[in-house]
């Protein structure tokens, strides 16, 4: 150490922290052999506390405001140094500042799905996003916990660990709350509000606190999604034919995007068939009965009406339609659980498709 150190160690006379970063948790105050001068002014701002450490044990913690370091308010470390009748400078403690403002915006989500089960659509993966707003609620404990006898210390040295706790106690909240899964959206800040009480036990013996938990978004799987879509444009469309001609709408659009692998012939292709079908709808709507016999030819020998055969069914699967399937194959699916009775279903002389379980012909598979 050069003359000028030591000069300038015997000479400290205030001690401060100007925070220059928003992720500073902790900064240690260093000079020349810790000293500090007897009488020197200790200016700690709002958001801040100083914790002064000796030897490994936290003595004594100053709040906001200027304070001269003195015996007289030095209560602890004077017991803890024996200084009953006063010191004399320079006496050596360690300055470790500590911000106790709110950190905010930080993220979390879940890194693999929650699995709950819902009334409606049964066993679910579920992922969540969010963030966190932390701060330190008790600096002794903090400093004794975490900082140790590191130079500072940053809220990215803890956030892991955070995300990781909040993610456990969020699946826990998420799995009791029983919550439907079509209406959680309108339940996001009772939910984090929830998650947030749960996890505050385990976040007092770090000294931290979590002052607020944002659920931004809680999202189903892709394929659930898609599923869901599509069954909400068959209840919005009811007629399975013209869900059906919507269902080539979309083929051609998306055909015709893509010309460079044939789309363009496609969809003409299609278009072409629709409008043979339109043709052949206009000529019978025309012509009602073109093969009917002329005056005076003698009727013909009656036909019989055909064996009436089991009712065939088309199932909803992945929102398209499949099939068709006569009863005794749909047993075997209830059987195998494929078809439930909330699976949409539809037959001939059905105006629009329905449950499973409300078809008469099927409700029976189910009891």
Known sequence: MTLRDLIGGELIDVIEWIEDSPDAMVWRFTRPQNEIKNGAQLIVRPGQVAVFVDQG?????FQPGRHELTTSNLPVLSKLRGWKYGFESPFKADVTFVSTRQFPSHKWGTKTPVMVNDRQLGAV???????????????????????????????????????DMIVGRFAEQLGEDQTPILELASRYSEIG????????????????????????????????????????????????????ALQAADAIRDAARNPGTGGAGAAVGVGIAMAGQLANAGANALHPNPAAPAAGTPPAIPTPPPIPQTPQFFVAVAGAPKGPFDV????????????????????????????????????????
């Open 57 to 61: 044990t936290v003595a004594d913690v």
């Open 125 to 163: 993966r579920l992922r969540a996003y969010g963030t966190f707003i932390v701060r330190v609620h008790d600096a002794r404990m903090f400093v004794t916990q975490l900082v140790g006898a590191n130079a500072g210390f940053e809220i990215e040295q803890i956030a892991d660990q955070i995300r």
């Open 193 to 244: 509000d929830k998650a947030a009480t749960r996890l505050a036990p385990d976040l007092v013996p770090l000294g931290l606190e979590l002052t607020r938990l944002v659920v931004e978004s809680i999202a189903l799987p892709d394929e659930v999604a898609a599923t869901l879509d599509q069954k909400t444009r068959i209840g919005l469309i009811g007629d399975v034919s013209a869900y059906a």
């Open 328 to 367: 005794a194959t749909l047993r075997a699916s209830v059987a195998d659980k494929s078809l439930t009775p909330e699976t949409l279903v539809w037959r001939d002389g059905m105006a629009q498709w329905a449950a499973a379980g409300s078809v008469p012909e099927l409700s029976a598979l189910f009891r």
